[in-house]
Antibody, heavy 120, light 107 residues
Framework: QVTLKESGPVLVKPTETLTLTCTVS??????????VSWIRQPPGKALEWLAH???????SYSTSLKSRLTISKDTSKSQVVLIMTNMDPVDTATYYC????????????WGQGTMVTVSS | DMQMTQSPSSLSASVGDRVTITCRAS??????LAWYQQKPGKVPKVLIY???TLQSGVPSRFSGSGSGTDFTLTISSLQPEDVATYYC?????????FGGGTKVEIK
């Protein structure tokens, strides 16, 4: 069974750095077609794609947030990590990790999401 | 940046109605488009990929069409369980953008 699970802080202060971890199971990054994205959703608002990492370690980032984001993976731990710097209250959102599977492009499996609030 | 524009942003229709949601890309994306359904408080679920291919297990009342810049998601006969927000998402490149969403309610 393929699963993804997000973990990280529930509350961060403005200007702090957020580190989120996505722990995956049931699939391997050794499959060249597999990749994982981070996607967020502010309360009551739309989905926003943040970043994606491919099995070969290539990365892509949202143009508007690129300067604040770093995505990486640790294959040995089956984890994908997202770092977002200089957090602001507008970054309050549910953060999801999701898998692009054997067929490129669409997300076939999503994590449950983790809610992050940015407040002093 | 490429934009994905959905319309309408919300709609209200009766059970049994045919519902159409539109997604427009600011550039040609061929058929690299997926549609998702997100029910209140739930995780998004893929309905359609490659613009018109129904994901396994998705009811046949859902269909997708289009290519290039204009796409539609159609629910042929709206059911109460279809109350949700629907999103399109492009994947013609490694910049994987979502549309702004269309909230579907029952009248």
């Amino acid at each position: 069974q393929v699963t993804l699970k997000e973990s990280g802080p529930v509350l961060v202060k403005p200007t702090e750095t957020l580190t989120l971890t996505c722990t995956v199971s049931g699939f391997s990054f050794s499959n060249t077609r597999v990749g994982v994205s981070w996607i967020r959703q502010p309360p009551g608002k739309a989905l926003e794609w943040l970043a994606h990492i491919f099995s070969n370690d290539e990365k892509s980032y949202s143009t508007s947030l690129k300067s604040r984001l770093t995505i990486s993976k640790d294959t040995s731990k089956s984890q994908v990590v997202l770092i977002m710097t200089n957090m602001d209250p507008v970054d309050t959102a549910t953060y999801y990790c999701a898998r692009i599977g054997l067929r490129w492009g669409y997300y076939d499996i999503w994590g449950q999401g983790t809610m992050v609030t940015v407040s002093s | 940046d490429m934009q994905m524009t959905q319309s309408p942003s919300s709609l209200s229709a009766s059970v049994g109605d045919r519902v159409t949601i539109t997604c427009r890309a600011s550039q040609d994306i061929s058929n690299y488009l997926a549609w998702y359904q997100q029910k209140p408080g739930k995780v998004p679920k893929v309905l359609i990929y490659d613009a018109s291919t129904l994901q396994s297990g998705v009811p046949s009342r859902f269909s997708g069409s289009g290519s290039g810049t204009d796409f539609t998601l159609t629910i042929s006969s709206l059911q109460p369980e279809d109350v949700a927000t629907y999103y399109c998402q492009k994947y013609n490149s490694a910049l994987l953008t979502f549309g702004g969403g269309t909230k579907v309610e029952i009248k």
